[in-house]
């Protein structure tokens, strides 16, 4: 670190105290939730309406399978929706929907709760009943809220697909879910145009690639033509006959929710298996003390897709648990113009903003000058997610977007943590720039080194996390297996994140990213393994290997050294490889994962067991010194790569 960003993070933000004596979040969570853990959660769990209430809060007799409030009964769907109307708010707003400059839409929450109880009832009626899964590719639109509450309500399962995965990555999902529904849409709009979304299902479930599914509801949004099959249904049409009486049945706390695909460090990505009860606790206790809802009055504004972790918890269930008004924005941050979300706050008023860092710095990149135009007071709650933020970002975020007066929180969660973990309280906690701080009340975490002994403050280790909590993963959709081997054998008996972390002299932690072969690009999840096995799969490519190099922009971005095969070097070296293998990707996964550079090498560096040594490519990749190469096989390997780069065969 710099002196001047270590001079950034060394600086204290206390709460004012008139922030203080409003929070919603008071330090007194703390001690309850020390005195007693357990007790602490099943209050939490009450703020919830349970048709058949709870006894017994946690049973770990069987870990690491845990089960929370497991005697209690509950849906999910009537706790997001019918409950606020019953209690006199249903002409509270839910959702504010932005699409494209002009194309708005507002849904109180009697408005959504008819419209959810209707898509129940298209559901029920093609045969979807509780514990079978639904497979939900769409952009961000109110029909995807929509959707997955109506899936929630009836007991079925959702597998959300963020709308930027491949038909290839849509297949292996439907297929590893057995989905047996599709809800996509003709397309959504990016950046001004349509782009079409029901393709890629058509060529996901092409001949006969997916026998598991049964029906396709398609949502009319472009109005583009396209393709039609005798299994595709108008989602307006099944929408305009279905009735809009349904009444919630009760489902156990350990009901499935939903399956979120993410990547892992072997190659198919795992399908994250969240429940009912403790879920929807944690996503409602975290969402209002966290972001210090004040559900009357906030507008609430979450940037992320539900396509990913933090749309679930944050965009559907934790705001709508907590009766909140929410913007959905459907476009991109620079579309039509580089101030739209500026312009997206003024318009409705937003009070609580939750977004990722390597959003804020591509806005630090374009200069002030841009969110300078426009009226962000009514700003008061800023939150980060996704990565860690740098104390310069974390500034420039508290003092260009939030006027120097509101507090920032620094969420740290995960996909299989299902609900934020590590964050300050922003009415309790003295901030720090760039450090995640402490775990919220109710949680227990510790930085261990290899041997399980805590590390000392100042020193890096590993992140984890020491008892249960409620919103926890309970497994790997069919691969219970792979749940224990992935989480829980690192350390006996303790749940290990796959993060690093140090602690400072304050207690306080600081995440130091994925000591796994995760990369972080752009907040999102990538997996070496799954990008190095898209590469080869392709004709040209003998072996990949793939590093997360250092990006200014988007933390990390994706690096892959390939070794061509012999009877194809020709061919390749005659065609843009470069261009060629980064398409690949792109089509096999989704461009999320297309590599920023693909880099044609002759031997990779291995150990003498023949592991790939990442480490030393990504010193090429950051155009670094190479390290220690004393464990390599053959030591020389460095020299040719290096050589072979500097003699301008980059590509
Ligand atoms: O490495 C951590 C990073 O994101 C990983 C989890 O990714 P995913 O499951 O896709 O969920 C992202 C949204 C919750 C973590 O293992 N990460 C997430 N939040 C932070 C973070 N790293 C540092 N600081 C954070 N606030």
């Known amino acids: 670190m710099s002196n001047q960003a270590d001079a950034v993070s060394s600086r204290r933000y206390p709460p004012t105290s008139e922030f203080a004596s409003q929070a919603t979040g008071q330090a007194s969570l703390y001690e309850e939730a020390k005195a007693d853990r357990l007790s602490f959660w099943a209050d939490q769990a009450n703020q919830l309406e349970w048709h058949k209430p709870f006894t017994k809060t946690l049973d770990w007799s069987n870990a690491p399978f845990a089960q929370w409030f497991t005697d209690g009964e509950l849906n999910v769907a009537y706790n997001c929706l019918d409950r606020h109307v019953l209690a006199g708010n249903g002409d509270r707003i839910a959702l504010l929907f932005e699409g494209e400059p002009g194309d708005t839409d507002t849904y109180t929450y009697r408005v959504l709760t008819t419209a959810v109880k209707k898509a129940a ?105 396209i393709g039609w099959n005798a299994h595709d249904i108008w989602w307006h049409d099944a929408m305009a006959a279905a009735s809009d009486e349904h009444t919630a049945e009760a489902f156990p706390a350990e009901q499935p929710l939903f399956i979120l695909y993410t990547s892992g460090t072997t190659g198919t990505p795992k399908g994250i298996l969240h429940t009912s009860g403790g879920y929807l606790t944690q996503a409602a206790y975290t969402h209002r003390n966290v972001f210090d809802l004040k559900p009357e009055t906030d507008v609430y504004w979450c940037t992320a897709d539900v396509g990913w972790i933090t749309g679930h918890s944050y965009v559907a269930y934790g705001p709508l648990a907590n009766g909140a008004t929410q913007v959905l924005y459907e476009g991109t941050p620079d579309a039509p113009h580089a101030g739209r979300w500026w312009e997206v706050i003024e318009k409705y008023g937003v009070t609580i903003l939750y977004t990722a860092p390597t959003a804020i710095r591509s806005f630090m990149k374009t200069g002030r000058e841009i969110p300078d135009q426009f009226n962000l007071s009514s700003l008061r709650v800023l939150g980060s ?197 980064r398409d690949h990707v792109s089509k096999e996964i989704g461009a999320i994962a297309r590599p920023r550079q693909v880099m044609v090498v002759s031997e990779l560096p291995k150990t003498r067991s023949g592991k790939i040594m990442r480490r030393l490519l990504r010193d090429v990749a950051e155009n670094r010194e190479i390290g220690d190469v004393t464990t390599l096989a053959d030591s020389s390997v460095m020299n040719l790569i290096s050589s072979k780069l500097a003699s301008g065969a980059k590509d």
């Open 121 to 225: 009832n298209v559901m029920t009626d093609l045969g979807i009943s509780a514990g079978d899964r639904v497979a939900i590719y769409l952009p961000m639109i109110p029909e995807a809220i929509i959707s997955m509450l109506a899936v929630a309500r009836i007991g079925a399962i959702h597998s959300v697909i963020f709308g930027g995965f491949s038909a290839e990555a849509l297949h292996t999902r439907i297929n590893d879910a057995k989905a047996s529904l599709v809800i996509t849409a003709d397309g959504g709009y990016r950046k001004g145009k349509a782009s079409a979304l029901k393709p890629a299902v058509d060529d996901a479930l092409a001949g006969g690639h997916c026998p598991s599914v049964e029906n396709v509801l398609v949502v009319k949004r472009t109005g583009e033509a």
């Open 385 to 581: 997610v996704g990565e860690p933020i740098n104390p310069e970002a974390w500034v420039w975020y508290r003092d260009v977007i939030g006027g120097g007066k509101c507090p920032i929180v620094d969420t740290w969660w995960q996909t299989e943590t299902g609900a934020i973990m590590i964050s300050p309280l922003p009415g309790v906690t003295s901030l720090k720039p760039g450090s995640a701080q402490i775990p919220l009340p109710g949680i227990t975490m510790a930085v261990l080194d290899d041997d399980a002994k805590p590390v000392q403050d100042g020193a890096a280790g590993y992140l984890t996390i020491t008892e249960p909590w409620p919103s926890m993963l309970r497994g790997i959709w069919g691969n219970p297996d792979r749940y224990i081997e992935a989480y829980w054998s690192r350390f006996e008996g303790i749940y290990f994140a796959g993060d690093g972390a140090k602690l400072d002299e304050d207690g306080d932690l600081w995440v130091l990213g994925r000591v796994d072969d995760v990369m972080n690009v752009s907040g999102h999840r990538l997996s070496t393994a799954e990008i190095e096995s898209a590469l080869v799969g392709h004709p040209w490519v003998a072996e990949a290997a793939v590093v997360g190099a250092s990006d200014e922009l988007t933390g990390q971005a994706v690096v892959a050294f390939v070794i061509l095969r012999h009877s194809h070097v020709a061919e390749a070296e005659a065609g843009d490889v470069n261009k060629v293998l």
